[in-house]
């Protein structure tokens, strides 16, 4: 059955519950990719950042007070037990104090470019949100000069802070949070779809009672006994009313022809 023949109770009912629909989906999908965006720049900007600060400002405290390979170790170790931590060096570090072991170099792609750009990045790998910071030579970081240590030039990248910091968890609290939405999402369309049928079903109703009246009527009136599979209540309507017009247009030609028969005798028998 086309969309043209359904009932108007459906043809009003189906967009509006369409619209909503539609609606409640783009709603449940916008607010988990919103709550996803949020805890993101949340973590990036409050936790990473702090992290960060902390991890730069010990590795330049480290520097001004001396023994800086070994409170590196113990400082790396400790942190470690609250996040994910590792500092790397580049190769100006190695000019002034030789090759270091393999696994203080950067080993991956992202990390290479922030130290080749001397710009920070924060990517999303899988559930790990990962920080890599550069590490800059300055005149004055702290009241201490970088360049006085280091054969390098105001800017210079000396190294980077990688900080990882696993998401899995919030993650999976707000896929929870998303299908709760969707749960109550799910309940309000039923409920809307309910509401609408409801109040469509009630307004329309004097419209159906017509259609039926006019069937009645017409059956009663004329002897006609229509008969539409037509559920559009207006599209019944116009069925009965074009129907019972044909019925009273066939009639009256059936009058005005027997009335032209009829006038000729009667105009006869009164001459006689």
Request: charged share 25%; glycine share 6%; aromatic share 6%.
């Amino acid at each position: 059955m086309s969309f043209s023949h359904l009932s108007l109770k459906w043809k009003i009912a189906t967009p509006i519950i369409c619209v909503i629909t539609i609606g409640v989906i783009v709603a449940v999908s916008v607010i988990g990719y919103q709550s996803k965006k949020n805890m993101l720049d949340e973590m990036q900007s409050s936790v990473l950042g702090g992290y960060r600060d902390t991890v730069l400002n010990a590795i330049t405290t480290m520097m001004i007070t001396g023994n800086y390979k070994e409170s590196k170790k113990q400082f790396l170790e400790q942190m470690g037990r609250i996040f994910d931590v590792k500092v790397v060096r580049t190769e100006l570090i190695d000019k002034d104090f030789g090759k270091g072991e393999p696994q203080e170099y950067a080993s991956e792609d992202v990390e290479r470019e922030v130290i080749r750009t001397g710009k920070e990045k924060v990517v999303l790998k899988e559930t790990t949100l990962v920080g890599i910071y550069p590490y800059i030579a300055k005149s004055d970081i702290m009241g201490k000069n970088c360049l006085s240590c280091h054969h390098a030039s105001e800017g210079d990248v000396l190294g980077a802070v990688i900080l990882k910091i696993p998401m899995a968890a919030p993650f999976d609290r707000i896929r929870k949070l998303q299908f709760l939405y969707v749960l109550i999402g799910a309940g309000g369309i039923i409920v809307t779809i309910a509401l609408v049928i409801l109040v469509v079903g009630y307004t329309l109703k004097p419209l159906t009672s017509l259609a039926q009246t006019m069937i009645e009527a017409a059956d009663k009136e004329t002897g006609l006994v229509l008969s539409s599979d037509e559920k559009d209540e207006i599209r019944r309507i116009n069925f009965i009313a074009r129907n019972v017009i044909e019925s009273f247009s066939t009639t009256i030609n059936k009058i005005v022809n027997l009335t032209g028969k009829i006038l000729p005798v009667v105009s006869v028998t009164k001459d006689v």
